[in-house]
């Protein structure tokens, strides 16, 4: 919020400025630690993204006068200006437009990207980190390429990639239009055919490659994993790759069986760890010393998150297994939601050089921190941030002195900032510190400066078992003592995250508009305790309702909230709790659910990851459904009176569109108002956050018409 002595005249948010966002991800610091590389995206002119990797200095804060926010990816190269980050004003690097994951060769000399500017077939490009041409360096088929690690010797890359199916790749379809051939069919034999935002892949899987940097060439190394979902880290000497992943031949129904290898990387044997539990392994890391092995996860069956994520570290045989974080009630999953940034759903860990210490991202009350533990597990857990804000964290310099990272806040949006841990002094790099991050780039800065924002207000509450609860309190700019303003409550999705201190444009747009906005963390979200987020397990329309019930009432006891003009929505779970809502309740005069979950019986089967029996919910869709048909919204809308908009995308298969067809079909058929926007199959569950620019407008301008016509 401007100071009250600030004279410049602002402007409220309007829907339209999602358009002039620059989204920053990815923070990767040099090993030096004298420069960050990072990504940056925006709106191009073809109602596209333009993403391109940037560069700024890492020892001195940027002037206020940031560069354009078109990036020059039209501009020949040889009039680019030099890609080393100078002076502390960041700098543009590359200028494909479609580039990403840029990382620092262990010698900090090159950088490596993946770059889709050669559709249909992304590829890895090297560029000198002192400036000079990009080149392609790999000749990948058609396919997904998601990641890549850089060898610590340099000379190979550990590369994830998945190849199209030849019948559905892009080559293949130009000859069905030419021959009038029709669209083959899909033959299934897994569960696991197709994943949000991701598209049908079929029987395809992600699998490891190693490239060999001074060739391009590449080469198969393990294609173990039966889903895909496989994370991996190099030894220390280059010799040999660390994978956890799910072989088990149904990964869906034993979600559970994760396990982790070593894959030597000549030979390609595999050696797997079979003295760590069961349970979900997710991120892997090596020590530099080479005498540990750490890694994320779950022990036991339980895989959908309602446990915390913990933090574990053995020897490289899988013995003397320790669970670092077991006695603080933190989880490494917790992720603080947004629209107007990337969204990082995997755990991030990280070794100090000195194999000494393990760093990790821990969201706690709505803010996401950086924090680390002794690695013998002998000390005291750390944070090393503070505060409100959203801490999105990368890499660590050589020397363990300096940590890349974005902080957002809940008035400001995603921006490059530098850590500074300890001295970078051999004797002092184990005494690691709390900071205060040191931003470096302001590129949303200038926009924010013409913007009235609200100013969300953080409370606790009650619910009626004695549970607090997290809430924020969102008052329209211009906001006038005495007066009543309509309210809307936004429920968020998941439901294992959390809502907080990060930058929520749609929030900002409805308090423009008028509206008091009210947002929570109801039990069931993360960054509160296990417990807060297992309480809901397998029983959703219960605890989590209770406290809603508890926000909705705080609303209704705000003076300035018109108690006749009260508004519910959310997406996904958000939608779910919305259909409930309006089942249980008439106390919403209007309600929008989007890309929701009415049914839990179809959903087991329509959505993309399979709901297993026993698993979460008691009950199947065949033979016992009595269980999860009681916590479905669609039993109760018998009762629903309350006028609602149902928004929903074709492509969506997390919560397919068939959720929101049958409440469109239930309000329409007993007689209630709604209206029901269906996006094209080309969208996905993700459309708030990332779908195309022109149909998130349209989205915002559905939402604020539908308020506009049943609150006012």
């Known amino acids: 919020m401007p100071a009250k002595s600030d004279t410049k005249k602002r402007r409220t948010v309007v829907a339209e400025d999602l358009l002039k966002y620059h989204l920053v991800a990815d923070p990767q610091i040099s090993p030096d630690g004298t420069t960050v590389l990072f990504n940056k995206r925006h709106v191009g002119d073809k109602n596209d993204y333009v993403s391109n990797l940037w560069t700024v200095d890492a020892q001195d ?6 560069p354009s926010r078109v990036d020059a990816q039209d501009v020949p190269a040889a009039t680019q200006p030099s890609r080393v980050a100078a002076g502390g004003e960041p700098r543009q ?14 010698d900090g000399k090159t950088v490596a990207f993946i770059s889709g500017r050669d559709k249909p077939k992304p590829q890895i490009y090297t560029i000198p980190a002192d400036g000079g041409e990009a080149k392609k360096l790999t000749n990948f088929p058609e396919g997904s390429l998601a990641d890549f690690k850089w060898s610590p010797d340099g000379t190979m890359l550990a590369v994830k990639f ?39 892949f079929n029987a395809q899987r992600h699998a490891l490659y ?24 190099w030894s220390p000497d280059s010799k040999e790759l660390l994978v956890s992943g799910n072989t088990s031949r149904e990964p869906f129904i034993k979600y559970w069986k994760w396990s982790i290898a070593r894959v030597k990387v000549k030979s390609g044997k595999v050696t797997r760890l079979d003295k760590l539990p069961e349970g979900v392994k997710s991120v892997v890391a090596w020590s530099p010393d080479g005498k540990s092995i750490a890694y994320a996860g779950r022990a036991g069956r339980e895989h959908w998150g309602v446990r915390n994520t913990h933090l574990f570290v053995c020897d490289p045989d899988g013995g003397n297994l320790r669970n670092l974080t077991d006695n603080v009630d933190y989880c490494l999953s917790a992720i603080t939601l947004s629209d107007s940034a990337e969204a990082v759903f995997e755990e991030n860990i990280a070794w100090s050089p000195d194999s000494s210490r393990l760093y990790m991202q821990i969201g706690w009350h709505g803010e996401t921190h950086l924090a680390s533990v002794p690695a013998d597990g002998g000390g005291e857990f750390t944070f090393h941030t503070k505060g409100r804000i959203t801490g999105q964290f990368g890499n660590l310099s050589a020397d363990g002195s300096a940590i890349a990272m974005t902080v957002a806040d809940i008035l400001h949006l995603a921006e490059v900032a530098v850590g500074r841990i300890s001295d970078p002094v051999a004797a002092s790099v184990r005494v690691a510190k709390t900071f205060k991050p040191k931003k470096l780039t302001r590129f949303n800065q200038p926009l924010l400066d013409e913007l009235e924002l609200s100013q969300p207000e953080p409370t606790w509450i009650e619910s009626a078992a004695g549970t607090k609860i997290h809430v924020w309190v969102m008052k329209p700019p211009g906001f006038k003592a005495g007066k009543k303003y309509p309210a809307i409550l936004e429920i968020h999705g998941g439901p294992h995250c ?17 509206y008091v906005v009210v947002f929570s963390n109801p039990r069931g979200s993360k960054g509160y305790g296990e417990e807060h987020c297992f309480a809901i397990k397998g029983n959703w329309g219960a605890a989590d309702w209770e406290d809603v019930q508890a926000v909705t009432k705080h609303m209704r006891e705000l003076p300035f909230v018109d108690t006749k003009r009260m508004g519910v929505c959310g997406g996904s779970y958000g939608g779910y709790m919305t259909n ?39 009950g199947n869709s065949w033979d016992n459904t009595a269980g999860i048909w009681a916590q479905s919204p669609m039993k109760y809308f018998g009762n629903v009176k309350t006028p609602t908009l149902v928004i929903h995308s074709e492509g969506d298969l997390r919560c397919n569109v068939e959720q929101s067809e049958q409440v469109f079909t239930a309000l329409k058929l007993r007689g209630i108002p709604t209206r029901f926007v269906r996006y094209p199959f080309t969208t996905s569950h993700g459309l708030s956050r990332k779908g195309p620019p022109d149909l998130r407008l349209h989205r915002l301008g559905e939402y604020l018409g539908w308020w506009e016509r049943w609150l006012r």
């Open 61 to 66: 804060v940027p002037a206020a006068t940031q």
């Open 93 to 106: 690097f590359t200028s494909g437009g479609k580039d990403g994951h840029g990382r620092w060769s262990p």
């Open 162 to 200: 998945r190849e199209a199916e030849p019948e559905w790749t892009t080559e293949a379809k130009k000859k069905r239009e030419e021959t009038g051939g029709s669209t083959p069919a899909r033959v299934i034999d897994e569960m696991y055919y197709r994943l949000d935002g991701d598209g049908y």
């Open 210 to 233: 190693i490239v060999d940097v001074a060739t391009g060439e590449h080469r198969l190394l393990y294609d173990k994993d039966r889903i895909g979902w496989f994370n991996y880290d």
């Open 498 to 514: 959390q809502y907080g201190e990060a930058y929520f444009h749609e929030f900002q747009t409805f308090a423009a508009a008028g």
């Open 580 to 618: 409930w809502a309006i089942g249980h309740t008439d106390e919403f005069a209007a309600a929008v659910t989007d890309r929701c979950v009415s049914n839990l019986v179809s959903m087991v089967g329509s959505s993309d990851i399979a709901l297993v029996p026993g698993e979460y919910w008691d």
